[in-house]
């Protein structure tokens, strides 16, 4: 399942690294109207009350990092009492047409998320703190790697805090058993898995195990493995220029057909149109 999540950043492309290295001088407000799927903000320097479409605003103190989910509108303030100048940074993700496997990473995210900068995603903020105080050559290219390690380690720090509800997918993998199947799953896409399969190198009897999956993931194995299966080739399908015949190979389909009417049936939409569409949006990003 850990590959799950790393597929997170090779699915999101970043639209830039917007730094606003300004001094902001209190009382200082900034409004973002978002659209982005997923947005980083932290306090390099200074305080701030981060509010998200109308909930409750919440302090990010320096090194703190906040994940806002999805197209959600967004503020940010000075504390009050607080009169240092203020440094922000933030950075929006957008994966274009929806449907592949950051959203399934996604999906079960709350709004916004915190992450305090006492864990591993300080050390990550430092060095974004650092690279952001020189202009040596690369400077840009090096900010939006290192905004891409703030996103996943605070995303990991999160994830793995037992009160954080993480999504069952995630959770799931720390099971020996059903996180061995979700691996192998992962892995070999295209390979003809069955129940039984799966069991069997989970070291289960066929019952045991789907009871065991379906309790901890939220459904059975192999509705799982074709929402993965359809997640992949909708990535496919957005970041390559292959036949749906060769994605359907690739992804556990016996032919392009079948790709098809599964995709169609899935996403409401042809792979076809599925890709056009996702074409005309990177064309007019």
Excluded at 108 to 123: C, D, I, K, M, R
Excluded at 161 to 175: F, I, K, V
Excluded at 222 to 228: A, D
Aim: aromatic share 6%; proline share 5%.
């Amino acid at each position: 399942m850990t590959d799950t999540l790393s597929r997170l950043l090779d699915d999101v492309r970043p639209l830039g690294v917007l730094v606003e290295s300004a001094r902001l001088e209190a009382p200082w407000q900034v409004g973002c109207p978002n659209g982005s799927a997923l947005t980083v903000v932290t306090m390099i320097r200074g305080s701030a009350a981060l509010a998200v479409d109308g909930r409750p605003p919440q302090v990010l103190a320096p090194g703190d990092v906040a994940l806002v989910v999805g197209p959600s509108a967004y503020s940010l303030s000075g504390v009050d009492g607080d009169t240092d100048d203020a440094v922000l940074v933030t950075g929006a993700y957008d994966v274009g047409v929806g449907g592949g496997v950051c959203d399934r990473v996604l999906g079960g995210l709350p709004a916004v998320l915190f992450v305090e900068s006492g864990t591993e995603v300080g050390s990550a903020v430092a060095l974004l703190s650092r690279e952001l105080d020189g202009d040596r050559a690369g400077r840009r290219a090096l900010l939006d790697r290192l905004l891409d390690l703030v996103l996943l380690t605070a995303l990991r720090e999160w994830l793995d805090r037992p009160d954080s509800g993480a999504p069952q997918w995630y959770t799931a993998q720390n099971d020996p058993a059903v996180g061995a199947a979700l691996a192998l799953m992962h892995a070999e896409p295209a390979y003809r898995w069955t129940v039984e399969d799966l069991a069997r190198r989970s070291a289960m009897s066929r019952a045991a195990f789907s009871r065991r999956f379906r309790d901890l993931v939220g459904e059975p194995p192999m509705s799982y493995l074709t929402c993965w299966r359809l997640c992949l080739a909708a990535d496919q399908l957005r970041q390559s220029h292959d036949t749906l015949a060769t994605i359907a190979r690739k992804v556990g389909y016996a032919n392009a057909y079948a790709l098809s009417a599964a995709f169609t049936r899935y996403y409401g939409v042809r792979p076809g149109e599925y890709r056009a569409d996702a074409r005309s949006e990177s064309d007019a990003a």
